[in-house]
């Protein structure tokens, strides 16, 4: 069974659709970029997925166990988030506050599980540095690092290279590609980079009002869509 699965959906606000008639599936290990013109509806997507907003028309199914409370998010930072006056471990800790429900405190397997997230992110030794102090790249893997505490797998992803330098854009990349292959995290995210989109991704989802693409990545540059833009692929002109 597909882990998201996406049936004839409307997505939109206050009963104005900006994408209609969406069918896709999300299955387990895959890693899927979601491209399209500003204003085309990705980011009212993800918020549909984490059920921030409902969707207009047709159903988003969850399958293998997962709940939206289990999903491992990381939006897009405005400026005032990247001055946030707390700590490292504190912000990361926070990725764990659906598993305390009501309970006021962080259980030492959720403080552990923190650990290893940023461990596994290679920010352990910035544990109690200022979250504002650090550099652009150290901040998104510090809000990776909360959305794996939210979650053994799936992350959704608005843009996490926003605003990174080259070399800190490639980190992050690769980061995630690491997620995906080696620990077997299925990615969702939104990018405005087709280039990186197909080198990294298994499937892509370009929208529009209607939408224009769904499938494998090594299939988009050849299909009317991915053509079209095949002046956003490295080599090509």
Do not use: W
Not at 32 to 61: A, H, Q, R, Y
Not at 120 to 144: A, F, M
Not at 172 to 191: A, C, F, P, Q, R
């Amino acid at each position: 069974m597909a882990l998201v699965s996406i049936k004839d959906t409307a997505l939109g606000y206050e009963g104005r659709a900006i994408v209609e008639n969406l069918n896709f599936q999300v299955n387990s290990g895959d890693y899927l970029c979601i491209v399209g013109e500003n204003g085309s509806g990705k980011t009212t997507l993800m918020k549909t997925l984490l059920g921030l907003i409902p969707p207009l028309d047709g159903k988003i199914i969850y399958g293998n166990g997962l709940k939206r409370c289990e999903i491992g998010y990381l939006p897009q930072q405005t400026e005032v988030q990247k001055d946030f006056p707390a700590s490292v471990c504190e912000i990361v800790l926070s990725g764990c506050l659906n598993r305390c429900g009501s309970r006021p405190f962080y259980k030492s397997e959720e403080k552990a599980m923190a650990e290893k997230n940023m461990e596994r992110l290679g920010i352990s030794k910035l544990s109690r540095r200022c979250y504002r102090e650090l550099s652009g790249g150290q901040q998104q893997r510090v809000l990776l690092a909360r959305a794996l505490c939210a979650t053994q797998k799936l992350l959704l992803l608005d843009e996490p290279a926003a605003g990174l330098d080259p070399k800190a854009t490639k980190d992050m990349y690769d980061t995630i590609e690491k997620l995906n292959k080696h620990d077997g995290i299925t990615v969702i995210m939104i990018s405005h980079d087709i280039a990186q989109a197909a080198k990294y991704a298994s499937h892509i989802l370009h929208i529009a009002t209607n939408p224009l693409f769904f499938g494998a990545a090594s299939d988009y540059p050849k299909s009317d869509i991915g053509r079209a833009y095949k002046g956003s692929f490295g080599g090509e002109s």
